[in-house]
C-alpha cells in the first residue's frame, strides 16, 4: 500500500522507472559493443553518450548509476551523461555505488573515481585543455592540449555545475559547493567552494562507510 501512495503522490517517479526499465536493453547492448561488462545493480535513466576509444579504459563498479534523461532530476540534466576516453592508453576507473546527473567526464589520461561518490547535475570532469595555449602549436597540432590526473577519492560529494580540471585530487569525505571550480587539490574532510575553489571549512573525520 505504502508503494502505490508514493506513485500516486509522485507519479514523476513511477515514469522515471519505466524510463530505466526501457533504457535497459539498449544500455546492455551498447556496453557490450564496447567491450564493458555489465555490472551488479547498474542504473540507467535515460541512455547515456559513451565515446570510448578503442584502445582506452573503462571500468565502473556495482551500483552504478546515470541520470541522463531531464524528466531524471528536478534539477534537469542539460544533456545525457557523456563519458569520453579521447586517447589510446585513457583510462577511466569508477568505484562502487556511483551516481551522476548530466554531465561529461573526458579523460584524456586518467580518470580514477572511489566509492560512494555523487556528482550533481551538469557537473564536468575533465583532465585535459583539450587544445594547447600556444597559438601557433594550436594550428600544428590542435588536439595536443597538457593533461594531467585526476583523482576523486571516496565518499566525495560533488554540487552542480562544477567543474574538476586536470591535476585534481579531491580528498576522501569532501564536499564541493555548487557552481565551484576545482582547479587545485582540496585535502580531505573538506567544504570547498569558489571559482577558484578554496577551502571554506573542515568537517569532522570519519570511518570509512
Not at 120 to 149: E, M, W, Y
Amino acid at each position: 500500500m505504502n508503494h502505490l501512495t508514493e506513485a500516486f503522490n509522485t507519479p514523476w517517479k513511477a515514469w522515471n522507472q519505466m524510463i530505466r526499465w526501457l533504457t535497459y536493453p539498449q544500455a546492455r547492448l551498447m556496453m557490450a559493443l564496447n567491450g564493458i561488462r555489465w555490472g551488479r545493480g547498474w542504473s540507467f535513466y535515460g541512455l547515456p553518450i559513451l565515446q570510448k576509444h578503442r584502445q582506452s579504459v573503462m571500468k565502473f563498479g556495482k551500483g552504478f548509476s546515470l541520470r541522463s534523461s531531464a524528466r531524471s532530476n528536478p534539477l534537469g540534466p542539460n544533456h545525457p551523461v557523456i563519458l569520453s576516453t579521447l586517447r589510446a592508453g585513457a583510462i577511466l576507473e569508477i568505484g562502487e555505488n556511483f551516481g551522476m546527473t548530466g554531465g561529461s567526464i573526458c579523460v584524456g589520461e586518467c580518470v580514477k573515481i572511489g566509492d560512494n561518490v555523487a556528482i550533481g547535475a551538469n557537473s564536468v570532469i575533465v583532465d585535459t585543455d583539450f587544445h594547447p595555449i600556444d597559438p601557433q602549436k594550436r594550428l600544428t597540432h590542435p588536439q595536443d592540449g597538457k593533461t594531467a590526473p585526476i583523482v576523486i577519492e571516496d565518499n566525495v560529494f560533488i554540487g552542480m555545475n562544477c567543474l574538476i580540471l586536470k591535476g585534481v585530487t579531491v580528498g576522501q569525505n569532501s564536499v564541493i559547493g555548487a557552481g565551484s571550480v576545482v582547479s587545485r587539490s582540496i585535502p580531505p574532510h573538506s567544504i570547498a567552494a569558489g571559482n577558484p575553489a578554496i577551502v571554506i571549512r573542515s568537517l569532522p573525520k570519519i570511518q570509512s562507510l
